[in-house]
């Protein structure tokens, strides 16, 4: 995508290595006479979403040439059981199937023909038992149970955020807006899917190399799934091709694992192909919401009330931690004196849900700025003043009940949006609608937290080595699935080394020989790896100027400096060759490791107690999004005409990169709102590939405008914040409040296809010609 | 030796190994099938200090079963020269000896007697040359060349340090004093002579382990002289059976190299005997002064001015920088405006020079002292007073031009003598001497700077390590030649991890392992290694808590403490064992490495220009000393029956060991006064062995009071200043002081045996009644 904005900035670091094919991701590897290894998933070939495993027929399979071995549940040495937080979901299903793509039995064969005609051969008895497909009906008294016996039924997590008396101030208020709102499941679409190759090396070494965004944390999975010490599994991961979270936990990974310990110590394979990846992945929670909001007749908002149902599919994963973002994020950015914020993630028979960039957010925004965009036509105000009017500003307590001691430039980023042409000439270009179209521009108004939040540290551990010939390799704790967080750090490391950017290589994570530094997530790694690299590149450069005080007889370091490839003293001119000085030192002088720990918010508020992790959080991304649409009165089609995207992220490290963030986001958000149809029926996919799941194409995005509103964070790195996720959160309710504005009706449930808005258009024929 | 202060302190980290038997030092090693190495030094045999090699005879020797090679100049594959700062010492003669002790060849045997018997039977054919033997003669004008054909001549360095205008304010001074002082050559005599191990390994490793005082600096030496890669040579230095500056520099180091590049990979040994380390070792330089004082009639003192001569023998090795500390200690630890300190440091034939504890400045400080004493005297003033009076303090500016922004508690040294009982009762005691002796007390006062001084980064870099097991060891750059620095090391790190003296180990220097921090020599090694292993330590600290973050789940390090073994956190009382942790941390991020460079003096004073290295010194130790001595009038025999030492060196951080360095250094002291007489004949050592050159035994010398004056020197760990070599200033300047008192004559040419003290007491038959 170009860059509008028209701010140069240097090549990406992997930009040419991607662009020229060089760079290998895990789905590149095929290791010399590798095994090939698969899952079988037998729900979903029985339409079976919720079932009982009476046995498995691996007779047929086994005769299969090829075919070496067909694993069970009873093969895995370990716990069988993964799960970030809470570990509950088989790498094998032995006795239940919870969801229609949950694996039974993995074959191991030596071609990928033979796995194929191996997992076709297999046949497994699966008595079909009652499943729950809605989170509201999971939570009934006699709902069938997900998982038999647990204590809580299929209520995975329950949880109250709450500030000042939110009901009673809402029964009085002036004005009060209120609607259920909806959003779908969404799949993450890589491009890379889950994949890897492991092997059980002499040693004992289980080693590994995985499409993943949390390799350190992966180890840990493995071996408590499989009984092995997480200590000896090693886990590297390259460049993924994309993971928006969907490779933030484990997928191939426990499979892969039990494959390679028997393999006889051959390396394996697994690779999902694109049918296996929309079926056993993680996807978007789907979430329900109703929600109340009530304000002054000026527009000042005063209570907040919401309710919403996350749906976790059979598996925790990271249920809670979504919704727990989600209700955070709920009341949106702005200054609300009462808040109650309810929230419940359910146990069904549907997908499993996980991590997807917007976190929990995504899945809010809609409700919230949706009800905003209806008490401002309400009121008679522009929508755009009465956000301007509510948002946060620094020192604010937000809705969760947080100061925010960090940067908060959502006003200039409205500002900045009131002052642009795509705003400005709004009702012009909306009067100029060809025929059987209708225009409109909509905005909206976003925020992302960034890191952990409070209950775990946001912590990573950065290393940098002077090499032996003289120039530097960052190793890098924290996976790049694409964002570009490596071309962040090496221009950060060459920038605070005072280097030239080729003289900086940087080593993707791997567990033997980087530090861990958390998974690639909530927008953390830039602002925490990023800070924990900083110090690293000070110590070294410290360290390299103290070094060469004695080849350059210097008695202080006084005037010594790094210059490309070189230190050299000011006042003389000498200089002494980075790789002469590299020769003296022995390895343990030539690393520098230091590590960052994100600040917490202090004195958090006491509430969201059912949340020991993640809540609350500090640091949030703020962002005003405009969209100008045009709807196609004869098809419901809508075309995103023009897309402004005006980022709070701090200050801005690498103009293309942050671009890249804004409009990455905007693609997909735009995708989640108008296009990503994702179909289910009785826990059943229907849109089982990219032929009936469609994703936007590039005729699909517009040229997205960024523009970053440059406020520095005092603690990130150059002053950064992470900015990953906000631009996801802001395609969905813009959407709506322009469609509101082409039709006169209100969206509330995504995606708005086509058929939606058609329906949407006879319900209303005239379109309203109030503000847009 | 009792440690009469009376405090407690915990046994020294090496007492144990030491006291059984177990450390293992470079003597102890003698490797299964190792061939031994040894030098062979005509001049000595054939009494010749100064002559022309015209050839070996290896014909004998090499017939000697055993015998495998006699190598010679020829055979050196380098520049064949070594020294520190200028390279003019061969490795082998080649065609000059210049000493009696200068080697010619080198043979190596199959055991200790096949080489005895090679070297017995090697002839050399070396032609006597005219020598000079007194550094004045030297510098005449037709004196014969120590190096032919050097531009300079005979003169290694002369020198001027300057403030004010001395000569002026001498002729108009009311009271001035002068006088010609001489210090002998004397023989470190260290237990465990010269020696070291080394082995040519197949990948081209010259692998050493040798008695040496700076293992890094070593391997620059040998790949010089020997034109080997210095970074392919690693030396190990063991605990030392004693240094004192006679290991610092190559002593056997290119010697042991050259066996080993001609020992087709097995191991060689060299171990000089006694003879040999006498013959062949750095000694004292011996010195001879005239100085003249100025002073008020009330005894301030007014100017200084002095010249010094300093033997250096016939190699530079670190002539010029012991000169160098002389001329900047002179004119004592006083407050003079004017002084102007000469010095030349010229070449003879007589034993190489080098550095000796009390580094050039043993050698000023009778001279100064004697003068001060005989001013007292002559203005009727306690010569006690007379010191307080003129004494440096903090933020004075010193005789050679730099102000003091360090910590001086001369005075409260001072002070505290003033009211000790052995000073308040010293009338009485002297008048209380049995028949046929006499009884003195006399007083000096001393000081002695620390670190390189300015040109040269006085930097030690320190690496602490989390054990797999869960312990500490510390890499420590710097030998321990017994001093105690290990000990004091063990200690810094175990308080400053919080950790039981037992689970910090000490890891003795390997240049493969360990890390550069220069030389174990002018009181440095406990300053600047102590400061970059508090900071290491630091370092490793805030690593530990960090890492424990995730594991004990704590989102801040607020309330995380290390404690013995664990990682503790405060409030809940969870603990993390060490061994745990150490487990999930890979090596990289196991150790901190931390290093610390001394500050040296701010706008030095501009003089001393002859000194681009070591001139000025910023930090010193300070110390009173009384001595209370009997003079058998019969056979002029001293014996010391009381000495007291009161030392300023910053905050004591190990009392034992700060104790033993002063009581070593005033053992080694009276050694030096009173006992140690080094007999030179035209550059021929007639005190060739401990049987003709005594040292002192416990029964020479008294159980050293020692008092500690803690003041914090702001820059020290732990507030302290390196301790080791002002204890070995006083002895000499006391002894004389009370000798005077005993005898009423000035003795001013050390050492002062029986002879001479009986030839003084002939002189003067009454003994002096005026103040001690």
């Not at 064969?109 to 038992?129: C, F, H, M, W």
């Not at 523009?707 to 996801?728: M, N, W």
């Amino acid at each position: 995508m170009a860059n509008p904005s028209g701010i140069l900035s240097p090549p990406r670091h992997d930009a040419l290595s991607k662009a020229v094919g060089a760079e290998r991701f895990a789905a590149d590897l095929a290791p010399e006479g590798c095994l090939h290894a698969g899952a079988f998933r037998p729900g979903a070939l029985l339409g079976i979403a919720h079932g009982r495993v009476r046995g498995v027929d691996a007779a047929a399979a086994l005769a299969v040439p090829g075919v070496l071995r067909v694993l069970t549940a009873a093969d895995v040495p370990g716990t069988n059981l993964q799960g970030i937080i809470h570990k509950d979901q088989p790498v094998l299903c032995g006795e239940v199937i919870r969801h229609a793509g949950d694996p039974v039995a993995l074959v191991l064969a030596t071609s990928a023909e033979a796995l194929r005609a191996g997992l076709a051969a297999l046949r497994a008895d699966i008595e079909p038992l009652p499943g729950v497909f809605d989170p509201e009906a999971a939570l009934k008294k006699d709902a069938p149970l997900v998982h038999q016996g647990r204590k809580g039924g299929n209520l995975l997590l329950g949880a109250v955020i709450e500030k000042g008396d939110a009901r009673t101030a809402l029964r009085s208020a002036p004005r009060v807006v209120r609607g259920e709102f909806s959003t779908p499941v969404q799949e993450h679409a890589f491009l890379e899917t889950q994949c890897g190759v492991a092997q059980l090396l002499p040693d004992g070494t289980l080693d590994m190399t995985v499409s993943t965004q949390a390799p350190f944390r992966d180890r840990f999975e493995i071996g408590q799934a499989l009984g092995l010490d997480p200590l000896r599994i090693r886990v590297r991961a390259p460049h993924l091709g994309g993971g928006f979270g969907g490779k933030d936990g484990a997928t191939v990974q426990c499979l892969l694992g039990l494959a390679a310990l028997n393999a006889s110590g051959r390396p394996v394979r697994m690779a999902w192909d694109r049918e296996e990846s929309i079926l056993a992945g993680y996807k978007r929670h789907a979430v329900r919401l109703r929600c109340a909001l009530g304000a002054d007749a000026d527009g000042t908002l005063l209570a907040f009330t919401c309710r919403a149902f996350y749906d976790t599919g059979p598996y925790a994963h990271l249920g809670g931690e979504v919704m727990e973002l989600g209700l955070e994020h709920a009341a949106g950015p702005y200054r609300i004196p009462h808040t109650r914020i309810e929230g419940r993630c359910v146990y069904t028979n549907n997908p499993i849900a996980g991590a997807f960039r917007g976190f929990g957010v995504a899945q809010v925004s809609p409700a919230f700025e949706g009800l905003l965009d209806e008490l401002a036509e309400q009121l008679g105000l522009d929508p755009l003043e009465l956000r301007r009017r509510n948002a946060l500003t620094r020192g604010d307590v937000n809705c969760a009940g947080v100061r925010l001691d960090s940067s908060v430039h959502l006003v200039e980023c409205l500002d900045t949006l009131a002052a642009h042409p795509l705003w400005l000439g709004r009702e012009a270009w909306q009067a100029e609608a060809p025929a059987c179209t209708r225009r409109g521009v909509g905005l909206a108004a976003v925020f992302n937290g960034m890191g952990y939040g409070r209950g775990l540290p946001d912590m990573a551990i950065a290393k940098v080595e002077l090499t032996e010939a003289g120039d530097f390799l960052v190793y890098s704790g924290v996976a790049d699935m694409g964002q570009g967080n490596s071309s962040a750090f090496a221009l950060l490391a060459a920038q605070e080394l005072n280097q030239p950017p080729g003289a900086v290589r940087l080593l993707q994570p791997d567990t033997a020989l980087c530090h861990p530094s958390g998974s690639s997530s909530a927008g953390r790694t830039t602002y925490t790896f990023g800070n924990a690299l900083l110090k690293a590149c000070a110590a070294m450069r410290d360290k390299l100027l103290a070094r060469a005080a004695m080849p350059l007889l210097r008695d202080t370091l006084e005037g010594l400096e790094l210059v490309a490839g070189a230190v050299r003293h000011a006042a003389t001119g000498k200089t002494l060759p980075l790789a002469v000085l590299a020769r003296y030192l022995s390895r343990d002088d030539r690393i520098c490791v230091a590590d960052f720990l994100m600040p917490v918010a202090q004195d958090p508020p006491d509430t969201g107690r059912a949340f020991p992790i993640g809540f609350p959080h500090l640091f949030f991304a703020y962002a005003a999004h405009l969209a100008r649409i045009e709807v196609d009165e004869l098809t419901g089609r809508v075309r995103v005409c023009d897309y402004l995207a005006i980022t709070d992220g701090g200050r801005v490290l690498d103009r293309s990169c942050f671009d890249q963030q804004a409009q990455g986001g905007v693609a997909q958000g735009i995708g989640f709102a108008l296009i990503e149809d994702f179909q289910l029926r009785q826990g059943l996919i229907r849109s089982r590939d990219l032929s009936t799941y469609l994703i936007p194409t590039a005729l699909d995005v517009p040229d997205t405008l960024s523009l970053a509103v440059e406020g520095d964070e005092d603690t990130g790195p150059r002053g950064l914040k992470g900015v990953g996720e906000v631009g996801l959160n802001g395609p969905a309710p813009a959407m709506a409040a322009a469609l509101h504005r082409a039709t006169g009706v209100r969206l509330r449930h995504l995606p708005f296809t086509p058929e939606r808005v058609l329906a949407a258009l006879k319900q209303r024929k005239t379109p309203s010609r109030r503000r847009a």
